[in-house]
């Protein structure tokens, strides 16, 4: 890395005094330069500055003096005066109309010429008995009188304009210069900084390094985590750059390492980024842990599909996923805006509905509205599955970690699958009018599995040698209750896909109604169109919120932990 580091740069054309990577000594010797850079470059913007604010000053004294050419009079004249006094200056457009006021109960002459927004050049004659009343009043005002140092009274007020237009051109041409200077050494040292500011990213990731590397005489020594597929281009690399080294690798089944977390570099297709991201929210698996991105990404778009059918909408999102590709800031969540599009059209298909509308064409399987039984038991039966699924996950997990105690009486142990599916199973041949089974042996059927649990977990707390096992037998008399009102309330939850595909066919329904209400003048095609932006937007965002409640809190809680680390290789 730090032999490519000065790629596209013509080093040739650069006198570079300064290319070791040494944290310690590197900021020093960049300081030295850059403050004679800096040095030459202040002394020209405070030029820049001073001389900007004498072509104010420059132009404000112009502006006075125009005030008194078109009085036909001149500082030469209002000094001749014996009777009256005067002032002339520049004062804010705010307060004009203040100042005039002020002046109620005294006998003036004013007269004021516009400059910019900022203020204007005003011009006040009174008697010389009204002289401290005069000074008095502008005392309560932010009025800045003309600079008679840049007057010559021997000159007439126009050839004085002309000389005082010029100086302000010579200003403005030094402005420009000094500018054009600037640029100058812009494009002098450009390549040169540039350079310096990769030297300092890197020696600022060397010194990042530093803390991880341990010393030892003359020996240096560094330990970390490396994927196993790169250990020979790893080791080929050492051999390319260092000569004497020792270096040894150790799997992690080997390690004892304490509570430190190995680890984890998922492995997913870079298409299923924006879900793994959707996971991260919830946790980075542990290493050996499951990782679920393709499970939520596929349960995902189907839910997500139910309770959003609609051909058109889902076109709409196909094409913003497809203009997001070209957008590099949104390009890696443009596959899921795809996906999400393409399941919406698909079940718009299988609904019948396109831009709100049921008219268009016909369903290829049902309409929600005209079958809510039907779409209230495919959510259930989505639930079901993804509960179960969760469950038989979690006991796999366990069973890899050596959990075992977990695997058969945790809280969505081997026992809570049992329970779940016997009480389905009376569920289901009741609904359907399957013919009853003795009532006493279901009963007894059901209560077995609870009956493991708690006997099973008491003789875990008495048997252990753990205190902390030992005091978790009131909870653990409490665990079946929790187990029962968990796989209750999760598979009613599920009811919301439904809910929402109900929903959204209604709303779907109110605005076809409200475009043939006001059919006239091109109204109802206005409704139509805001309508189904409404729904495109807002419906949407809401639908993907109750879609990712469903897979954070129904379905990855079942297993899925999410207590891992990212791994974040070491790079300069």
């Given amino acids: 890395l730090a032999d490519n580091i000065f790629v596209n740069i013509n080093l040739e054309k650069i006198n570079l005094d300064i290319h070791e990577l040494n944290p310690f000594n590197l900021t020093a010797k960049i300081k030295e330069n850059i403050f004679v850079i800096e040095k030459n470059v202040d ?134 210069d000094n500018k054009a200077e600037i640029l100058n050494y812009g494009k002098m040292y450009a390549d040169k900084i540039n350079v310096w500011l990769k030297l300092i990213d890197l020696n600022l990731a060397l010194l990042n390094v530093v ?79 499951l990782d679920p991105t393709i499970l939520v990404g596929i349960s995902f778009l189907i839910m997500f599909g139910l309770m959003f059918g609609d051909v058109g909408h889902g076109f709409i999102i196909t094409l913003a996923g497809a203009a997001f590709y070209f957008i590099k800031k949104f390009r890696k969540i443009s596959f899921m805006f795809c996906c999400l599009g393409i399941f919406s059209m698909f079940f718009g298909l299988l609904f019948g509905s396109v831009f709100c509308s049921e008219e268009l064409i016909k369903p290829l399987w049902f309409h929600p509205m005209r079958d809510i039984t039907f779409i209230f038991q495919i959510s259930l039966i989505i639930g079901i599955v993804l509960l179960s699924l969760g469950i038989l996950l979690n006991l796999f997990s366990c069973y890899r970690r050596k959990e075992y105690h977990s695997l058969l009486t945790g809280k969505w142990g081997l026992f809570s699958f049992i329970f779940y599916w016997i009480a389905l199973y009376g569920v289901i041949k009741y609904a359907l009018g399957l013919p009853e089974i003795n009532k006493l042996f279901f009963a007894a059927l059901l209560i077995l599995p609870i009956i493991c649990i708690i006997v099973m977990d008491l003789v875990w707390c008495f048997s252990s040698k753990s205190k902390e096992h030992r005091e978790e037998i009131i909870e653990n008399l409490f665990k079946p209750m929790e187990i029962i009102l968990g796989l209750l309330c999760n598979t009613i939850s599920f009811i919301r896909i439904g809910a929402f595909a109900l929903s959204h066919a209604i709303l779907s329904s109110i605005i076809i109604l409200m475009s043939n209400f006001l059919d006239f003048g091109g109204i109802n095609i206005l409704v139509l169109i805001v309508g189904n932006i409404f729904i495109i937007i807002f419906e949407a965002f809401i639908v993907s919120i109750q879609v990712l409640r469903l897979e954070f809190y129904e379905f990855l809680s079942k297993f899925y932990k999410g207590s891992g680390r990212r791994f974040n290789p070491l790079k300069l």
């Avoid at 927004?117 to 005392?139: H, P, Q, Y």
């Avoid at 005002?141 to 021997?154: G, Q, T, V």
């Avoid at 390319?240 to 304490?258: N, R």
């Fill in 43 to 176: 002394d020209l913007i405070i030029k820049n500055r001073s001389a900007n604010l004498e072509i104010e000053d420059l132009n404000k004294t112009v502006e006075h003096l125009k005030t008194l050419v078109s009085l036909k009079t001149s500082i030469k004249s209002l000094n001749g005066l014996k009777n009256f006094y005067w002032r002339l200056g520049f004062l804010n457009n705010n307060y004009i109309s203040n100042l005039k006021s002020g002046f109620l109960e005294t006998n003036y002459f004013i007269v004021r010429k516009f400059i910019d927004s900022a203020g204007s050049s005003v011009f006040i004659l009174t008697l010389n008995e009204d002289k401290n009343t005069l000074d008095r009043i502008l005392e309560n005002f932010p009025f800045i009188d003309i600079d008679l140092k840049r007057i010559n009274y021997k000159e007439d007020t126009y050839s004085q304009i002309q000389k005082l237009e010029e100086e302000i051109w010579a200003r403005r041409e030094n402005v420009v």
């Fill in 211 to 289: 803390k991880f590397v341990g010393v030892k005489g003359k020996i240096c020594y560094i330990s970390g985590w490396l994927p196993v597929c790169n250990q020979d281009d790893f080791r080929a690399l050492l051999n390319d750059k260092i000569h004497d080294y020792y270096l040894e690798f150790y799997q992690t089944k080997e390690m004892d390492i304490g509570e430190e977390k190995v680890p984890v570099m998922l492995k997913n297709p870079g298409f299923l980024y924006s879900f793994e991201q959707l996971i991260a929210f919830y946790g980075i698996p542990s290493y050996n842990d």
